[in-house]
């Protein structure tokens, strides 16, 4: 049986990356069997160890987050669930709000035209909605102004 080296790796990329090792199918499957036994690969709690660490140290929106899951082999169902759970949509405008807060504090001596621009770029890149983008800038705007 091989072992596989400590690294949160869900069970499609933990595959993935043993074929390209050039191992064979039933050593693959043996050390996945083994490790899933061993609640060393488990796609649920890698699902929600993704999801809190994109939301803590590097901020995406919930369907940018979900794309990056999918394309690690996670099962659509499950990342649906875990961001139900994890990262509920209340959150994600909460998430851009103090981003975008962020941004406008680093960007106070931008002509404010080109701020917002700026701002929406930064957010967009982050995966989130146009929606929620413009919901966000106009609840700070109007924040600004009447400061």
Known sequence: MLL?????????????????Q??????????????????QLDDAAFTKLWIRDR?????????????ELRAKGIASDLIALTLESEYPAVREI???????????????SVEPQKRRQRTIAF?????????IVYQVLRDLEKELADD
């Open 22 to 39: 050039g191992y064979g199918p039933d050593d693959i499957e043996e050390t996945i069997a083994s490790a899933i036994a061993t609640d």
């Open 123 to 131: 957010l967009s890149r982050r995966g989130f909605s146009r929606s």
């Open 55 to 67: 939301m803590w140290h590097h901020p995406l929106s919930r369907a940018a987050i979900a794309r």
């Open 4 to 20: 596989l080296r400590y690294r949160p790796r869900s069970i499609a990329e933990a595959r993935r990356r043993m074929t390209e």
């Open 94 to 108: 909460e998430l851009a709000r103090g981003l975008a807060d962020a941004r406008f504090v680093r960007l106070h």
